[in-house]
């Protein structure tokens, strides 16, 4: 297990190198932050501290309000068909709207990309998120807890509106582990972390917590955790 995780850690090292050279070649520029975001940094710092916009880190961050439900029956991660996936994402619309509830403003959704040295690799799905949406910021993570290997996540943001045609494909490609959006109001009074499986949840005050809990029992896992 360990010779196959350092052989997959090589090839990110190396793929990342390769697309850095395309990407000089081809002239690509990484985009700055957009200071119309600034308000955001300061925002997402009072109320979500030094929590990445991550399922896991904000689980970890925020802990207090946190409540995690499963996206599918039973608990099982990933969607096989159609029918499963629009359980999915019906699921998570449930729940975005709930936390939204009578504000009618965008949601703020936060698009994560990374690359694994703090270098930035310019393939095309990555060019793609910088033309349409804008850079916010950059955080960084140590990997498997050593300080000395960091990883570079660049966040990308843009409103939305709460529907199913402009969330979904977006929920879709979380829910099959290919990418990591997450969204929030701007006074980043809650947080709904979606994963390949079902979504983190950082509810308002713990009352929203409790309410969210009874309202969408059946979705919530048995592991005592929470988990």
Not at 41 to 61: I, K, Q, Y
Request: aromatic share 12%.
């Amino acid at each position: 297990m360990t010779m196959l995780w350092e052989l997959g850690w090589w090839w990110a090292r190396t793929s990342a190198r390769a697309h850095g050279v395309v990407a000089g070649l081809r002239g690509f520029r990484m985009p700055q932050p957009d200071e119309s975001w600034d308000w955001l940094t300061e925002t997402w710092a009072r109320r979500a501290g030094d929590a990445l916009p991550l399922s896991w880190s904000v689980r970890s961050h925020l802990a207090e309000r946190w409540v995690r439900f499963h996206s599918l029956p039973d608990s099982q991660r990933y969607a096989g068909c159609e029918d499963e996936y629009e359980i999915l994402l019906d699921r998570h619309f449930q729940v975005l709207a709930a936390l939204r509830d009578d504000d009618d403003s965008d949601l703020v959704a936060i698009h994560l990309r990374c690359d694994a040295e703090g270098r930035f690799s310019a393939e095309a799905e990555f060019r793609k998120v910088a033309a349409e949406w804008a850079l916010w910021r950059t955080f960084e993570s140590e990997v498997d807890g050593d300080p000395d290997v960091a990883l570079q996540q660049y966040a990308f943001v843009q409103r939305l509106p709460l529907a199913r045609e402009v969330l979904d494909p977006l929920l879709r490609r979380t829910a099959d582990g290919v990418d990591a959006t997450v969204f929030t109001n701007e006074a980043v009074d809650w947080i709904y972390a979606p994963y390949d499986g079902g979504a983190d949840v950082i509810a308002p005050t713990l009352a929203d917590r409790d309410h969210l809990r009874e309202e969408y029992a059946d979705w919530l896992s048995i592991h005592p955790t929470g988990l």
